[in-house]
């Protein structure tokens, strides 16, 4: 099973659909359950929740010619986002691998023909979104 926070969902695809009719790829961390405020499903504390992302940076050209973001280190982000705004909700060989990879497609939304969490090999995974925030930190 995946966990994702509903704002982590919201976030994403907005910027999926401010980016449209272009791809957005990104990189996600996960914060371990224990540490999230407001979880509406009980998890063990060490589960890893997917509660954050990194801003794209589309003036990049390196990033957007070989798919590869030099500006997140690998160990910071467990998981990626891409949106697909004209192709199926599935991995492509175009798509940045992670552990894990968040797919949208449009409409914009959550739901099973718009949201899903692929493994590394393109396969479906199993997806719980929940009402949690991590904790707040301060610059």
Same mark, same amino acid.
């Not at 969902?9 to 009719?21: G, I, K, Q, R, T």
């Not at 272009?22 to 063990?44: F, I, M, W, Y």
């Given at each position: 099973m995946v966990y994702i926070? =509903? $704002?982590?969902?919201?976030?994403?695809?907005?910027?999926?659909?401010? $980016?449209?009719?272009?791809?957005?790829?990104?990189?996600?961390?996960?914060?371990?359950?224990?540490?999230?405020?407001? $979880?509406?499903?009980?998890?063990?504390?060490?589960?890893?929740?997917f509660t954050d992302f990194f801003l794209p940076d589309p003036g990049n050209a390196v990033n957007a010619v070989f798919g590869v973001d030099l500006s997140t280190? $690998? =160990?910071?982000?467990?998981? =990626?986002?891409?949106?697909?705004?004209?192709?199926?909700?599935?991995?492509? =060989?175009r798509d940045d691998l992670a552990e894990v990879i968040f797919v949208a497609v449009p409409p914009w939304g959550i739901g099973e023909r718009s949201f899903g969490a692929f493994d590394r090999r393109g396969e479906r995974q199993p997806l719980e979104v929940i009402d949690a925030s991590p904790p707040e930190q301060s610059l």
């Open positions: 926070t =509903r $704002a982590l969902v919201d976030v994403l695809l907005d910027l999926a659909s401010d $980016a449209d009719p272009n791809r957005v790829t990104t990189g996600v961390s996960v914060t371990p359950a224990g540490d999230l405020e407001g $979880a509406a499903v009980e998890l063990p504390p060490e589960t890893p929740v280190p $690998a =160990r910071q982000a467990q998981g =990626r986002f891409v949106s697909h705004p004209v192709r199926e909700l599935e991995v492509t =060989r």
